[in-house]
């Protein structure tokens, strides 16, 4: 499988990758001890008892990270040269241990490089949803994408 060429992406066009994700106690341990995140509400039940979540969070940033790799086979895998950047970056409802992940990209804009004629940029809003429908995160990112090699 390989990702689009920037002739590929059309703005507008909304992509609902198929590929899905359930969240575990254990990605979400492992992910805040290896980036040495100690915050109690993602690693500490007593404490998250105490919080008027109930239950530990998942860590956001595995959470972003988890709705931009849903997206890469349908759209960067091998044709991406390099992420330039996600802003606009939100977390509107929390996601638990247990929660099935999905996501939707919409491309947003698709340009030429000004400086190299064999890439371009596109911006896309990638949106991931948990299974009851509700927004755990949002981003808008930019790649610089390969152009389809000359046949």
């Known amino acids: 499988m390989r990702g689009m060429y ?3 992406f059309e703005p507008g066009a909304v992509i609902s990758h198929t590929l899905r ?3 575990t ?3 979400n341990m492992m992910f805040s001890n290896m980036t040495l995140n100690p915050q ?3 690693i500490d039940y007593e404490f998250c008892k105490t ?3 109930g239950q530990p969070l998942v860590n956001s940033l595995f959470t972003l990270g988890l709705m931009i790799g849903i997206s890469v086979n349908d759209t960067t ?3 991406t040269i390099a992420n330039l950047g996600m802003n606009e970056v939100t977390f509107p409802n929390p996601l638990f241990h247990g929660d099935t992940v999905r996501v939707e990209t919409k491309v947003l804009s698709v340009r030429d490089s000004k400086s190299k004629a064999d890439r371009g940029i596109v ?3 990638h949106q991931a949803f948990k299974q009851d429908g509700k927004l755990v995160a949002r981003c808008v990112r930019q790649a610089m994408m ?3 090699p000359a046949q």
């Open 40 to 42: 109690p509400l993602h």
């Open 25 to 27: 106690e254990m990605d």
């Open 6 to 8: 920037l002739e590929e």
């Open 123 to 125: 911006e896309m809003e």
């Open 77 to 79: 895998v091998g044709t």
């Open 21 to 23: 994700r359930t969240v």
């Open 51 to 53: 919080t008027e979540f």
């Open 146 to 148: 390969r152009k389809r």
